[in-house]
């Protein structure tokens, strides 16, 4: 059973269509013993970070997923909350990723939020296996892990930024798997094998 862990920041109907088409079988919860027990956790996001800290944090979570040995994946907020620190609502967040988040520059011809399919590559992990180099994703964000040493894929909005990253079994995707057709079914397929 795949866990989706239910902290009221996630975009549950996307992804659970897409974990459907899969024929995968997964329950959000928040349940700790059903995410410990989890074949795959998926940790979703859509929102802020510091309110997805203090949803986590009023749970009980971070300690939970912290001592997952089982594949881990962050979507968007998810992947961010993951990371050391975020610009956002100055949140310290769960120190998994080495990276510390920030909020993209406002600049001539750069819209934030990132909003729209972006080409990724530098894709490093059997997470992106039989997914061509340079192809498209669907990103919506406004705050962005910088490269670091758990990057395994990168993309560019007015700088390059981490696509994805990883640290032992906690993988992380700025995009969203779930809104990014057939490149991003792939990739969940490509998760939930591991």
């Given at each position: 059973?795949?866990?989706?862990?239910?902290?009221?920041?996630?975009?549950?109907?996307?992804?659970?269509?897409?974990?459907?088409?899969?024929?995968?079988?997964?329950?959000?919860?928040?349940?700790?013993?059903?995410?410990?027990?989890?074949?795959?956790?998926?940790?979703?996001?859509?929102?802020?970070?510091?309110?997805?800290?203090?949803?986590?944090?009023?749970?009980?979570?971070?300690?939970?997923?912290?001592?997952?040995?089982?594949?881990?994946?962050?979507?968007?907020?998810?992947?961010?909350?993951?990371c050391?620190?975020?610009?956002?609502?100055?949140?310290?967040?769960?120190?998994?990723?080495?990276?510390?988040?920030?909020?993209?520059?406002?600049?001539?011809?750069v819209?934030?939020?990132?909003?729209?399919?972006?080409?990724?590559?530098?894709?490093?992990?059997?997470?992106?296996?039989?997914?061509?180099?340079g192809?498209?994703?669907?990103?919506?964000?406004?705050?962005?892990?910088?490269?670091?040493?758990?990057?395994?894929?990168?993309?560019?909005?007015?700088?390059?930024?981490s696509?994805?990253?990883?640290?032992?079994?906690?993988?992380?995707?700025?995009?969203?798997?779930?809104?990014?057709?057939?490149?991003?079914?792939?990739?969940i397929?490509?998760?939930?094998?591991?």
């Amino acid at each position: 059973m795949i866990a989706v862990v239910d902290y009221n920041m996630g975009n549950i109907c996307s992804l659970g269509n897409a974990l459907g088409r899969l024929g995968a079988e997964w329950r959000l919860t928040s349940d700790h013993d059903e995410i410990r027990k989890a074949s795959h956790v998926i940790l979703p996001g859509v929102g802020n970070a510091a309110e997805a800290m203090a949803n986590l944090r009023k749970l009980g979570l971070p300690e939970v997923i912290w001592k997952i040995r089982r594949p881990v994946l962050g979507i968007c907020v998810g992947m961010q909350v993951m990371c050391r620190h975020s610009e956002e609502g100055n949140a310290e967040c769960m120190e998994i990723f080495d990276a510390k988040v920030k909020r993209f520059s406002e600049e001539p011809g750069v819209k934030v939020p990132h909003m729209g399919w972006s080409k990724i590559s530098n894709m490093e992990s059997k997470l992106f296996k039989d997914i061509e180099k340079g192809s498209y994703v669907y990103f919506v964000h406004s705050y962005y892990a910088p490269l670091c040493p758990d990057t395994i894929a990168t993309s560019r909005h007015s700088e390059m930024f981490s696509a994805a990253l990883k640290y032992e079994n906690f993988y992380g995707v700025q995009f969203h798997p779930e809104k990014s057709g057939a490149v991003g079914e792939q990739m969940i397929a490509n998760f939930l094998s591991l």
